[in-house]
RNA sequence: GCCCUCGUAGUUCAACGGAUAGAAUGCGUGGCUUCGAACCAUGAGAUGGGGGUUCGAUUCCCUCCGAGGGCACCA
């Protein structure tokens, strides 16, 4: 332990990198060179040490070896390489792959890197900064958010908070789509709730709708006047941005419709400027984009033949205001499932007012089906069949519902049954881990005046207490996977990982009333614990505990 | 009919083409006179069927079966 007498800290100011993977990986280029794809991954068991790269395979293709004697070479050239002395031990296992075990003397340098840096451990500067939007809910302002806005809006929100982390610049949007149609629909609905339209079909029926006739009684005429659009922007600002502001969802813009692209005759310009390329049809009285020229399947209605934009000719607009006027390097859109079929459409509307389809990214989140027990409920606004995003979060509280949707990938198609609901809610892993931090934090609160100290960290050297450093490091690299993959699921169980390791840490090691050295060095780890655990929950919106 | 997504323990979900497929919950067993038992330890339990690609497939390809969602001058 002579990092401890040298004193642990000045030795950590001059350890620039504290990603693991990053660390290793520009390790590893340096004994092979740097044409090699290097990937390192976490050991999925003790036994395969910390940390695990399978390379061995792929240089022996190069090199006609076995790769079991690749990776021995390797593994002997490593430990030469290792003059930081990161690695206590080098494995090479069966078929080839190249175990790592990080020494207790570097584990600890990094714990006091997370002690040093507190709520910043795990942010980085990325090599190649952007300028991100992410847009997400996006929720039509013609009735109060559904439960099924929660999917994606947690992911977007999340998402967010992770690439800011990453060194990226971040604009959160929402689009309100307040002209059109549906809006026109709305403020018939109230209009007809009023008795002074005829009752359609197709009106909106839910309970709300009775609440906007009542504050709009004396407002008939605006509501013409606007073509619904003064309904639309009352239930915005007092129904939805509220929910938003529950839920945690957060935004630093909202993009009116009608605003940006229509005051501002951006739709006109989108059509002459696809005019210009000719890549607009007239026929049967409408105006249709050529497509087929790009990536869809067949032309697209612009311009409907009673003169009307269509949703498309907006969306395009959008876009070309994200890409091109404001120039994002990256847009990443989050859709439902059901607009899937879109993607295409838009990708080549895109492409076809210049701008560059790959800085688009559309994530697709499955629906959510609502189950009461055995039996599935239809949600649907125009009905007023729905439970509403407030009925959520006020039936589970906010931090169970993020958790809860945040756990699973987009990809899955998840149920959701009310009859659990609050069930679920107390069977919860969020619970688990805020528990774990409420734990850490009253040892810290009973430790006292035990002041934590970085100084006798070095003490730390049985499985349990090494084994919750190692999970704590990961954070870092956490983060950077997550940004590059978008799968913030990660996050939820990485959290249930730090917490198991520090739950069973707990029990086996005590920490107050010990030798006082081993007790501050035990509490330097409890700290490093709270912190890694309040910087996930910062992450996925989930408030700390103190107390439980 | 065409396109997209999914099918993994009883249930809800994980697993860059990698090792003995992981958790949670439920069920069985054991653990509070000591820092919070909302906890810990431990046991049983799964890749829809059939082909293929290769050192290696839950993952990629084909096919069948099943579930969800799209295929408008709707949004």
Known sequence: MRLLLLGAGAVVARLKLVKMIDYIKSLLTKVIGSDAEIKITFSEKTEFGDYTTNIAFDLAKKTNQSPLETANELSQKIKEADNDNCFSRIGVAKPGFINLWISPDFLIKQLSKILDLGPEYGESKTSNPKNIQIEFVSANPTGPLTMANGR???????????????????????????????????????????????????????????????????????????????????????????????????????????????????????????????????????????????????????????????????????????LIKRGFDLVIDIWGADHHGYVARLKSGVKAVGANPEKLKIIIIQLVRLMRGEQEIRMSKRSGQFITMDNLIDEVGKDA??????????????????????????????????????????ILIKAGSQKTTTENIGLLTNVNELNLIKALIKWPDILQQTAEDYQVNRLTRYALEVSKTFHNFYEKERVVDNDPKITSARLAIVLATKTILKNIFDVLGISAPEKM
């Not at 004396?218 to 006047?225: L, T």
């Not at 009307?308 to 000719?313: G, I, K, N, V």
């Not at 049954?417 to 850490?440: I, T």
Request: with cysteine; charged share 25%; aromatic share 14%.
């Open 401 to 442: 519902a993020r958790f809860f949707f945040l756990m699973y990938s987009p990809d899955t198609h998840m149920n959701f049954d009310l009859v659990l609901a609050k069930e679920k809610s107390l069977k919860n892993p969020v619970y688990y881990c805020q528990y774990a931090f409420a734990r850490a934090n009253s």
């Open 152 to 322: 994606g809006g947690f992911l977007g929100s999340t998402l967010a908070n992770v690439m800011e982390k990453i060194g990226h610049k971040v604009t959160r949007e929402y689009y309100i789509n307040d002209t059109g149609h549906q809006v026109e629909l709305l403020g018939n609905s109230v209009l007809a709730k009023l008795g002074l339209n005829e009752p359609a079909e197709d009106h909106y029926q839910g309970d709300y709708i009775q609440t906007l006739a009542d504050y709009f009684k004396n407002s008939a005429d605006d509501i013409k006047g606007t073509n619904g659009r003064i309904v639309a922007d009352y239930l915005f600002k007092e129904l939805i941005q509220p929910s938003l502001k529950k839920a945690g969802l957060e935004f630093d813009n909202w993009f009116s419709e009608y605003e940006n692209l229509h005051q501002k005759k951006e739709l006109q310009k989108v059509l002459e400027l696809l005019a210009k390329q000719n890549l607009i049809d007239r026929y049967d009285g409408a105006q249709w984009l050529k497509t087929t020229d790009i990536e869809d399947e067949k032309s697209r209605v612009l311009v409907k033949s009673d003169g009307q934009p269509t949703y498309f000719l907006s969306d395009i607009a959008y876009h070309y205001d994200k």
